[in-house]
């Protein structure tokens, strides 16, 4: 079993910055993908950021520019840098890990348990 623990989020002015980390640990054989979705209210929960181990990293174009993902394979953990933020930011940002389980060697998919991130105007 692998768990993901996000912390980072909070409630800022538009303009600010917020830096979300996510810490994986458990049963992990190796992590392929790491990412971060956000969900507002009303909508779907959509991609905003993800890091492939060899280096692919895909943005949402509503956050290019603005927000930077990056890994510490050392410690498991990822993180978001978000810059400018926008009002339109505001969500709940869940962490996504994928990867291989170490006590079934089988592929895993996890998610953390969101952190609220309020931008107001």
């Known amino acids: 079993q692998v768990q993901l623990v996000e912390s980072g989020g909070g409630l800022v002015q538009a303009g600010d910055s917020l830096r979300l980390s996510c810490a994986a640990s458990?049963?992990?054989?190796?992590?392929?993908?790491m990412g971060w979705y956000r969900q507002a209210p009303g909508k779907q929960r959509e991609l905003v950021a993800s890091?492939?181990?060899?280096?692919?990293?895909n943005y949402a174009e509503s956050v290019k520019g603005r927000f930077t993902i990056s890994r510490d394979d050392a410690k498991n953990t990822l993180y978001l840098q978000m810059s400018s933020l926008k009002p339109e930011d505001t969500a709940v940002y869940y962490c996504?890990?994928?990867?291989?389980?170490?006590?079934?060697?089988?592929?895993?998919?996890?998610w953390g348990q969101g952190t609220q991130v309020t931008v107001s105007s």
């Open positions: 996504n890990c994928q990867g291989v389980s170490s006590r079934t060697y089988r592929a895993f998919a996890s």
């Open positions: 458990g049963s992990i054989f190796s992590i392929n993908t």
């Open positions: 890091d492939t181990s060899g280096g692919k990293i």
